[in-house]
Nanobody
């Protein structure tokens, strides 16, 4: 079994920064993709950023230039550095691991951006 645990959410003022972390445990294969998704109230879940085990990254258009995804393969962790946060970034952020035929989601962590 694979489990994901996110941390680092909270409240921040517009223009501020937060760093989310996601730790994976269990049977983790060396080749996988780890993503961050988010879901705002009343909206569909959307991809924020993704990173392969080889280090290739992809970002949603709304966060390009503001968010940075990174990972530590030795520790099976993925992080999301979020800078210049906007009220529209308010959402529950979810970590996802995809490997072979398995997709696992974390429980989510709430990020609130408001003054």
């Amino acid at each position: 079994q694979v489990q994901l645990v996110e941390s680092g959410g909270g409240w921040v003022q517009p223009g501020g920064s937060l760093r989310l972390s996601c730790a994976a445990s269990g049977s983790i294969f060396s080749i996988n993709v780890m993503d961050w998704y988010r879901q705002a109230p009343g909206k569909e879940r959307e991809l924020v950023a993704g990173i392969t085990s080889g280090g290739s990254t992809a970002y949603g258009d709304s966060v390009k230039g503001r968010f940075t995804i990174s990972r530590d393969n030795g520790k099976n962790t993925v992080s999301l550095q979020m800078n210049s946060l906007k009220p529209e970034d308010t959402a529950v952020y979810y970590c996802k691991l995809s490997q072979r035929n398995l997709e696992v989601w974390g429980q989510g962590t709430l990020v609130t951006v408001s003054s």
